[in-house]
C-alpha cells in the first residue's frame, strides 16, 4: 500500500503563485511515475503533469498543454515528495488537484497508468 497526501493548495488571486506538494509513505518502490491531475466543478478528471523515476534517475517530465511554461514537477527523493509549481495561475486552474503513482510503462496521462490516489488539495484563483 502507499499512501499520497498533498498539500499546499489555497486561495490565490489569478496571477499568483502556488506549490502543491505530494508526500508519500508506505511501500518502497525504485521504479515509478507520479502524476498531478486536477477536477474542476462538473468536469471529468484531467492529467496536469507527470515524471518518472526510473533507473535511479528522473527520466520523463510531461505536461498537458495548457499548463505548459506555467508549472513545473520536480520531486525531492529524500523527502518522498513530489512538487508542482504552479505559476501565472489563472481562474481556469481552479479545481481539486490529486496526485498519484504508477508503476508501469504506459500513457501517463490516462488516469488507469496511476493504482494509488491521495485525496486532493483544493486550489481556487479569483480574478
Known amino acids: 500500500q502507499v499512501q499520497l497526501v498533498e498539500s499546499g493548495g489555497g486561495l490565490v488571486q489569478a496571477g499568483d503563485s502556488l506549490r502543491l506538494s505530494c508526500a508519500a509513505s508506505g511501500r518502497t518502490f525504485s521504479n515509478y511515475v507520479m502524476g498531478w491531475f486536477r477536477q474542476a466543478p462538473g468536469k471529468e478528471r484531467e492529467f496536469v503533469a507527470a515524471?518518472?523515476?526510473?533507473?535511479?534517475?528522473?527520466?520523463?517530465?510531461g505536461y498537458t498543454g495548457s499548463v505548459k511554461g506555467r508549472f513545473t514537477i520536480s520531486k525531492d527523493n529524500a523527502k518522498n515528495t513530489v512538487y508542482l509549481q504552479m505559476n501565472s495561475l489563472n481562474p481556469e486552474d481552479t479545481a481539486v488537484y490529486y496526485c498519484?503513482?504508477?508503476?508501469?510503462?504506459?500513457?501517463?496521462?490516462?488516469?488507469?497508468?496511476?493504482?494509488?490516489w491521495g485525496q486532493g488539495t483544493q486550489v481556487t484563483v479569483s480574478t
Open positions: 498519484a503513482v504508477g508503476f508501469d510503462y504506459g500513457d501517463y496521462r490516462r488516469l488507469s497508468a496511476y493504482r494509488y
Open positions: 515524471i518518472r523515476w526510473n533507473g535511479g534517475r528522473t527520466d520523463y517530465t
